[in-house]
């Protein structure tokens, strides 16, 4: 099997694939990506256009045939490296649930809410996530009160909930725990219960979910995700909303619903008072 050329490439996936001692191994295929497991970790390969993120690794990507478990050399020499950019100390939480609010209040400009993104309206989610919206709710409303004890325990509740290689419960949750490193990065609110809560989350959520939406999962609970959620925290910060919705829009592209799922986690969490905003 040829070399593959690869044109971007995240800062997690280059570091394992600079420790790995052997090929990548496929861990499974999607209609548009190729999970791999490298030096012990998990990347994904995907084809030109495809939503940067840590673990990405952008190309042409081969076809692997069936039965292959294995997938040739990866030619980074030419590779772009894509990592978030640090936002500034001193963003208040305030500020930061302020430009949350305005951006609710764009809904309608960034497309229409799926998943856990119906709360984002006051509606509620389409079966199976119907059951659990009261949860989801409560979850919610724990983390942006900054209850980080209750945000744990109701959280692991919501692990492996719904369908797809990363459930909604589990997007849901990544998205508010993000929005909770977020604050804690810029210093506007106290790490140490968080960082105990992310811990309880990631345990529980290697016996709640499938070992890959685990792994995704594990980077938001650290306060790395896909591009456009860096890039939608970023222009909330600075207060420019219309490079919000620009990225909001890329973010809920990604899968079925997963970028609504982490959207609405991050933007209640943020300004808890967004859930049922009229869209403009």
């Given at each position: 099997?040829?070399?593959?050329?690869?044109?971007?490439?995240?800062?997690?996936?280059?570091?394992r694939?600079?420790?790995?001692?052997?090929?990548?191994?496929?861990?499974?295929?999607?209609?548009?990506?190729?999970?791999?497991?490298?030096?012990g970790?998990?990347?994904?390969l995907?084809?030109?256009?495809?939503?940067?993120?840590?673990r990405?690794?952008?190309?042409?990507?081969?076809?692997?045939?069936?039965?292959?478990?294995t997938?040739?050399?990866l030619?980074?020499?030419a590779?772009?490296?894509?990592?978030?950019?640090?936002?500034?100390?001193?963003?208040g939480a305030?500020?930061?649930?302020?430009?949350?609010?305005?951006?609710?209040?764009?809904l309608?400009?960034?497309?229409?809410?799926?998943?856990?993104?119906?709360?984002?309206?006051?509606?509620?989610p389409?079966?199976?996530?119907?059951h659990?919206?009261?949860?989801?709710?409560?979850?919610?409303?724990?983390?942006?009160?900054?209850?980080?004890?209750?945000?744990?325990?109701?959280?692991?509740?919501?692990?492996g909930?719904?369908?797809?290689?990363?459930?909604?419960?589990?997007?849901?949750?990544?998205?508010?725990?993000?929005?909770?490193?977020?604050?804690?990065?810029?210093?506007?609110v106290?790490?140490?219960?968080?960082r105990?809560?992310?811990?309880?989350?990631?345990?529980?959520?290697?016996?709640?979910?499938?070992?890959?939406?685990?792994?995704?999962?594990?980077?938001?609970?650290?306060?790395?995700?896909?591009a456009?959620?860096?890039?939608?925290?970023?222009?909330?910060?600075?207060?420019?909303?219309?490079?919000?919705?620009?990225?909001?829009?890329?973010?809920?592209?990604?899968?079925?619903?997963?970028?609504?799922?982490?959207?609405t986690?991050?933007?209640?969490?943020?300004a808890?008072?967004?859930?049922?905003?009229?869209?403009?």
């Amino acid at each position: 099997m040829r070399t593959v050329s690869v044109t971007d490439v995240g800062w997690k996936a280059r570091q394992r694939l600079a420790d790995a001692e052997g090929p990548p191994v496929v861990l499974t295929r999607l209609s548009r990506s190729v999970y791999l497991e490298v030096a012990g970790d998990i990347v994904w390969l995907g084809p030109p256009g495809s939503t940067l993120h840590g673990r990405a690794i952008i190309a042409d990507v081969p076809d692997l045939g069936a039965g292959t478990d294995t997938i040739a050399g990866l030619d980074l020499s030419a590779a772009r490296e894509w990592s978030p950019a640090a936002l500034s100390p001193g963003i208040g939480a305030a500020a930061m649930a302020g430009a949350a609010a305005q951006l609710a209040c764009r809904l309608s400009r960034i497309g229409r809410p799926d998943g856990f993104g119906a709360l984002l309206v006051g509606a509620p989610p389409a079966f199976p996530l119907s059951h659990a919206a009261d949860d989801a709710m409560r979850f919610l409303a724990a983390c942006g009160a900054g209850d980080a004890n209750a945000a744990a325990a109701l959280g692991q509740r919501l692990l492996g909930l719904g369908p797809g290689l990363t459930p909604a419960g589990d997007d849901l949750v990544g998205g508010a725990f993000f929005a909770r490193r977020l604050l804690v990065d810029v210093g506007a609110v106290d790490p140490t219960p968080w960082r105990r809560a992310a811990t309880a989350i990631h345990a529980r959520a290697r016996d709640r979910t499938h070992r890959i939406s685990a792994t995704l999962l594990g980077d938001l609970l650290e306060g790395a995700a896909y591009a456009p959620l860096h890039d939608l925290a970023a222009a909330l910060a600075a207060g420019d909303t219309a490079t919000a919705v620009d990225a909001a829009t890329r973010l809920v592209a990604i899968g079925h619903s997963s970028g609504w799922d982490m959207l609405t986690g991050f933007l209640i969490t943020l300004a808890p008072e967004v859930r049922g905003t009229t869209p403009a």
